[in-house]
């Protein structure tokens, strides 16, 4: 799908300040995937989309996880997890998106996974570090970025399960595990 109609599709979808988010994550997981050597056409579109089900009524998206069989555990956790499998199914069955690298990149921007491809630590990252983003410990992971995509991730998951602790919610265990494996990846690398 070109660029402007798919931005079109996701602008409809979401609030203005919404829509600008997205347009940093495009621009940051461009840069990420020209650094890292992703696909940079999969890269804008995933960007695009990533966000696509985030403003939806809460019991809508409840609704969908169940219908459509996704992970039961996820209706125990915090309801800011459930835009990402929405999204992904929505980007799918409403926008035409059928890549599924793109769409897995999608379903796991919030929470993370163990083994994660290329492309979904890119739009992981670039979530994090879009250029809109300003929370303590953003310009750290800004900065790792430019060297190291697994570097930055592992400070990105830190920071994100740091700040659950911090708050007494419960953590999705998919973040603990894409955590471990980032983790192993880099002692692996030395
Ligand atoms: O949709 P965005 O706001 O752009 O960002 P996102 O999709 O990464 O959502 C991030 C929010 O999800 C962040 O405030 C933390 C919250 N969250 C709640 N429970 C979990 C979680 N994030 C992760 N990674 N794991 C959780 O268990
Ligand atoms: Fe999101
Ligand atoms: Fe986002």
């Given at each position: 799908m070109e660029r402007q109609r798919a931005l079109e599709l996701v602008r409809q979808q979401?609030?203005?300040k919404r829509?600008?988010?997205?347009?940093?994550?495009?621009e940051a997981a461009i840069a990420l995937a020209k650094r890292y050597g992703a696909d940079e056409k999969k890269a804008e579109l995933a960007a695009i989309f990533?966000?696509?089900?985030?403003?939806?009524?809460?019991?809508e998206m409840e609704e969908i996880i169940k219908r459509e069989g996704m992970a039961a555990e996820l209706l125990e956790h915090n309801k800011?997890?459930?835009?990402?499998?929405?999204?992904?199914?929505?980007?799918?069955?409403?926008?035409?998106?059928?890549?599924?690298?793109?769409?897995?990149?999608?379903l796991y921007h919030t929470s993370g996974h163990a083994g994660m491809s290329l492309l979904d630590k890119i739009i992981y990252v670039a979530d994090y570090i879009e250029?809109?983003?300003?929370?303590?410990?953003?310009?750290?992971?800004?900065?790792?970025?430019?060297?190291s995509?697994?570097?930055?991730?592992?400070?990105?998951?830190?920071?994100?399960?740091r700040f659950l602790l911090e708050?007494?919610?419960?953590v999705y265990p998919d973040t603990f595990h894409a955590y471990n494996a980032v983790l192993k990846e880099e002692q692996q690398n030395g």
């Open positions: 979401m609030h203005e829509y600008i988010h997205t347009l940093g994550v495009v990533h966000d696509y089900a985030k403003c939806r009524p809460i019991a800011e997890l459930w835009h990402a499998p929405v999204g992904a199914y929505l980007a799918e069955t409403e926008a035409g998106i059928r890549d599924p690298e793109v769409l897995q990149a999608i250029p809109g983003r300003s929370f303590p410990g953003v310009e750290e992971v800004r900065e790792l970025a430019e060297q995509l697994n570097q930055a991730l592992l400070q990105a998951l830190k920071n994100t399960i708050r007494n919610q419960t």
